[in-house]
């Protein structure tokens, strides 16, 4: 009876910690914008100023570092600051960079059959990289695209 009263609080205290461990990863790693709307602070606390708000769900971070329940990231601007972690999530997106429309094409390869272009500044789901070339799908628009024109495809 004195063994079960001593191990079930243990069992209990170790289940509530498994969520909160399960954030932390090693960084750097790519995440996405989970919220309609979030703030990125110039430090980890709900005192420090807002430098930016944002507005993009599904918008690609790095994030850099992490402290109790905030996160260091950088945007595809380059910009970086504090969020709060409970607004990011795990699913890998990216966003089409660089000067001009990015052709999305039916398998990877330049000579495959082009489905659409892709205007820089489209954020969408990104499924598998392989060797230089991305499965990207935007609102239900699916194909490969040049890893290159991706933010948030590769390593971080």
């Known amino acids: ?3 079960i009263r001593f191990v079930l609080p243990l069992c209990v205290l170790t289940m509530l910690g498994a969520p909160a461990s399960a954030q932390d990863r090693e960084v750097p790693y ?17 005192s420090y100023p807002i430098a930016w708000v944002y507005h993009r769900p599904g918008l690609p971070l ?6 109790e329940g905030w996160r260091l990231v950088e945007d595809p601007d380059g910009a970086s600051g504090w969020m709060v972690a409970r ?4 699913d890998r997106t990216a966003i089409v ?15 495959a059959k082009l489905l659409w272009r892709v205007e820089p500044g489209v954020v969408g789901r990104l499924v598998s990289c392989n060797d230089g070339w ?5 609102a239900g628009r699916a194909g490969w695209m040049r890893q290159a024109r991706l933010w948030g495809a590769g390593e971080p």
């Open 87 to 90: 607004f990011l999530s795990a």
């Open 97 to 111: 960079i660089g000067k001009g429309v990015a052709d999305m094409r039916n398998e990877p390869g330049d000579g």
């Open 62 to 67: 790095k994030v850099l570092r992490i402290k």
């Open 134 to 138: 991305c499965r990207f799908d935007a």
């Open 1 to 3: 009876m004195r063994f």
């Open 30 to 46: 790519w995440a996405s914008i989970r919220a309609d709307e979030i703030n990125m602070r110039v430090g980890p606390s709900e």
